[in-house]
């Protein structure tokens, strides 16, 4: 079965210092990754994704994301925090077999930027 | 470009009423829909998805119903809502195959 990992609830990093967010996954066929991020009372914004190529793969507002497939994670990292980075973070799987093109996402990790 | 729009924002409704949340996708044909369910600003639960008119596959069982009358619209809904049906509800769209879902901003149902 397919699955995904956030072994964090929170993370709460200093305003200007490196973070990074964890993501493990398990799936059957070939991993498609995704992260999302969402504002309270938002819905969830699209930040990157992993298809196929290179293994750091760049986002949106600063963020990339390093996939390593024989540890099976896919880490969100930005080097320089923002408070405006605040937020909860969602790192999805593509499904397969019954679940074919659906997103398994994990279930968030809140990011705490302090000032 | 592609927007999604879901109303109402916010609902509160009594237990044992009927449920109606719509979403609509502009800018785009033959979307995949999802509804997703998210309890407590957390994890999120897929409950329906299509990928044509007319086409629902349903991930979990429960009084909610999905229909999709048009290409580019999306119903939730629901003859007798229970307590446990409070949450925030989403609905999600992608191009076919190997894509992101873009996500509309929400409805936050609340029962009484």
């Known amino acids: 079965a397919q699955s995904v990992a956030q072994p964090e609830d929170q993370v709460n990093v200093a305003e200007g210092n490196p973070l990074t967010v964890k993501c493990t996954y398990s799936v059957s066929g070939n991993p498609y990754l995704f992260w999302y991020v969402q504002y309270p009372n938002r819905g969830l914004q699209f930040l990157l994704k992993?298809?196929?190529?290179?293994?750091l793969v760049k986002g949106s507002y600063g963020f990339e994301a390093e996939f390593n497939k024989s540890q099976t994670s896919f880490h969100l990292k930005k080097p320089s925090a923002l408070v405006s980075d605040s937020a909860l973070y969602f790192c999805?799987?593509?499904?397969?077999?019954?679940?074919?093109?659906?997103?398994?996402f994990g279930k968030g990790t809140k990011l705490s930027v302090k000032p | 470009s592609q927007t999604i729009h879901q109303w109402p924002a916010t609902l509160v409704q009594p237990v044992g009423s009927p449920l109606s949340l719509e979403c609509t996708v502009e800018g785009t044909s033959n979307p995949n829909l999802y509804w997703y369910r998210q309890a407590a600003g957390r994890g999120l639960q897929l409950l329906f998805y299509s990928v044509g008119i007319g086409q629902i596959s349903s991930e979990v069982p429960q009084n909610l119903s999905a229909s999709r009358p048009q290409d580019r619209q999306f119903i939730l809904s629901s003859k007798k809502l229970l307590l446990s049906d409070s949450g925030f509800y989403l609905c999600?769209?992608?191009?076919?195959?190997?894509?992101?879902?873009?996500f509309g901003d929400g409805t936050r149902l609340s029962i009484l």
């Open positions: 999805a799987v593509r499904g397969y077999g019954g679940s074919q093109g659906n997103l398994i």
């Open positions: 999600a769209w992608s191009h076919p195959g190997v894509q992101p879902q873009h």
């Open positions: 992993y298809i196929t190529g290179d293994n």
